[in-house]
């Protein structure tokens, strides 16, 4: 029996960053065929990830280039593709479902479509993330790291935000998707930023506001106190900068579904706990996302480090500093990819899988 082509447009997701994995309820294919018209799909597997022009599209795929590039255009807008322009050029590329088309249905989810994704997360793609590199890293809250150690800028949130020239904030689309399924946290709402052209594209499609870093920084602060944890994309240049909970997050869903959530997270530190100072007051177990902290029996806090990604929310409100993070050894070190299509190629490799779209692939 022939493939369909949302059976194709499966396959060929299932190549991008954490994958597109098959489920044994087809939920994955009811999720594609609410995204794509099938014209859509078809569009989709001829492009690559690398960003085109319309006029390349056509003349490669042998399409009129009228309907292409209407037709891109219309993915774009509903966020099935992503969109750069660079002065009066418009480029294109395809996107993966996580991080990437999922994230761009901000404005365009309804109930049924965040039931079904909840159905595949649960189902499949969680399951699929142990052992990859995951699509955002952890890096430490503010003050939670000892002046006197040297963090990399990539690790520093604030740093990160002063080197954006276009922020953009929109709402987090994990806090969203479970709105809709009536299990909203009380979690702050509008926090997560993109910068750059991902920027641009988020407030094309209406899903994001511009800002500035001072109020970008100020957003900052406003989650730390809520007890969010700083996620970067993961790579030194991030194009956007996420701010989460576990109890709606996808990523922090999935980690917490693993026995050692510390050996996917990609940051370099952990917390650890002064004995002697700790008063068992257990602040820092309400502020832990991983539960990664214990009270001993003698009422003394503990960091399993098997489970500590070393957000660093439980060291910013410990009453009497007796926690601290630490630098993991130097084995356990970690440094991202530069750019994203680094990360990309990286997980790509990892998973056994290519970016080159199958149809470019076959004879």
Known sequence: MSQTIYEKLREQMDQYS???????????????????????????LDLSM?????????????????????MLETMAKNGLIFRKRKGDTVFYAAVPFVIGSFEFQLKRM???????????????????????????????????????????????????IKSKDKIAVADCICRAQQELLDNACDKPLEVCFSFGSHAEYYIENNMARLIGQEEALAILDKCEEAGLVNQPANMINPGGMCNCCGDCCGVLRALNRQLKPTEQ????????????????????????QMEAVHMSDDQISTINTDRCIGCGLCVTTCPEEALSLVEKPEDKQYKPPKSGMELML??????????IPQSMTES
């Open 265 to 288: 997270v990609s940051n370099n530190y952990w917390a650890e706990v002064d004995s002697e100072l700790c008063i068992g007051c257990e602040l820092c177990i309400d502020r832990c």
């Open 346 to 355: 990286k997980t790509a490799e990892k998973r056994g899988t290519s970016l």
């Open 110 to 160: 309804d109930k049924e479509f965040a039931q079904l994704v909840e159905e595949f997360f649960n189902e499949s793609l969680f399951n699929n993330m142990g052992g990859i590199i995951p699509p955002l890293r952890t890096i430490p809250v503010k003050y939670s790291i000892d002046a006197a150690q040297k963090v990399a800028p990539y690790s520093n949130a604030r740093e990160i």
């Open 18 to 44: 954490i994958g597109f994995p098959k489920t044994e309820s087809g939920v994955e294919l009811k999720i594609l065929k609410k995204l794509f018209a099938e014209e859509e799909a078809a569009l989709y």
């Open 50 to 70: 690398q960003l085109e022009s319309p006029e390349s599209v056509s003349s490669r795929t042998h399409r009129d280039l009228e309907n292409t590039t209407d």
